[in-house]
């Protein structure tokens, strides 16, 4: 008898047919797709893991790739191992999120492998990203905060609409202050029953005075009237029409005027030369300058108003009224006498000076850096000649006015600051005018951009 034949051998052979069909059919029931083949692992950390349980799903887009192997508690908060497909890509930036799957609180994990370019997730290896959306607890929950707030604002309510509580509150002020107003309106129309009434009349009255105006077919009515107007409307139209029309084809003045060339030429032309005009007299500077010298012979300030224009960066015009405290010398001799009563030949001169306003109007013209300048100075007529430095700040002059006595005066100017200036200078050098003093002053030359700067900041 052979070997195949025994009972021995036909026992053995059924217990392992036996065992590969159950180990087949374990393999078709359980719920780990890794359970055979290769497969991999990952875990991640929870505050909470209510909902959770062991050999639990994991799924992605819905599908089931893995389950939950192991729940346990690291550092205060949950560590879910979980095992999944082997062939699943997973990604550093892969994410994990708890879902329900009904009211009941059964929860299962969905992952999302994260995206494709970035490095792949090594094995065993924690999953960072976290995604917390709203479960049923935490519905719950907001809807336990939600019925709570409710609850204040129903007892916010009671409190306002209570004669105890009503001031308490903004809205239980609100209440107290319609349910005031509405009185004093109950109150109003009965004490006015009779006036409210004529008012509602005579709006009835008013209705149906615009009802007949409007309905009234006579000639003098709203409807008639309307259509007049509407007609005089349509002959202005027709009016225009045949004006714009015949200013098209060129007929009548304003025809010609914009249709001819000739006579648009000659109009443009015309315009430009005002616009010349005006641009030349727009860029003319004109500059006010207010200025004292203090005399020391005399004692006394003399003091100058001026304007100068400038039409061009060459020439000015300056016209100036003097108050010249020495305008006017009167000298008288006087002969010294002794306390006898004898008279010696000895004599005393006195010098008199009396205040005169003079008038000075020059026209200057600029050599680089000279100014030569002529006309009448201070009365009588004369001419100067003046040298700028340092940029046209410092300028020294001299000039030359009532020839017969040949009044020569020698002078410097410096500005300081934005038309401020300091001045020097000699007056009647050769004394031949018994005018002759050094002075020193100061004055403030203003041009009309500084005045529209003053003006503006000086409006209200």
Known sequence: MGFLSTIEFKVGAMVLAVAALIGVMSMQVSDDPGFIGKHRKAWFLLPNASGLIKNGAVKTAGIR????????????????????QGDLPMTTSASVE?????????????????????????????????????????IMGQVGEIAKSLKDVANVVKESISDEGNQKHILGRIVKNIEKLSGDIAEITSENKGQISKIVDQIDN??????????????????????????????????????????????????????????VEELNTAIQGVNGMLNGADKIQTGFEFRGDYLSTVGATKSYIGLQIQPGLDRYYYLAVVDDPAGNVITSDTLVTTPGGSTVSDTTTRTTYHNETKLTLLYAKNFWDFTIKGGLIENTGGFGIDYNMLNQKLKFGVEAFNLKKANIRLNAKYNLYHGFYVTAGYNDTLDKNNQRSGYLGAGLFLTNDDLKLFLSKASF
């Not at 790739?65 to 192991?70: A, D, L, S």
């Open 98 to 138: 708890i879902k329900s799957v009904g009211i009941l609180g059964d929860k299962h994990i969905e992952v999302n492998p994260g995206n494709p370019e970035d490095p792949p997730l090594a094995d065993g290896a924690q999953i960072l990203i976290i995604k917390d959306k709203a479960s049923m607890d935490n």
């Open 206 to 263: 008013i209705t149906s005075t615009l009802d007949n105006m409007i309905n009234d077919e006579s000639d003098e009515g709203v409807k008639k009237t309307l259509k007049r107007i509407m007609a005089r409307a349509d002959s202005v139209a027709k009016n225009l029409e045949e004006i714009t029309g015949k200013v098209n084809r060129g007929e009548g003045t304003i025809g010609k005027l914009i249709n001819d060339d000739t006579t």
């Open 65 to 84: 790739v893995g389950t939950i192997k192991n729940i346990q508690l690291q550092d205060g908060q949950a560590r879910i191992d979980i095992s999944m």
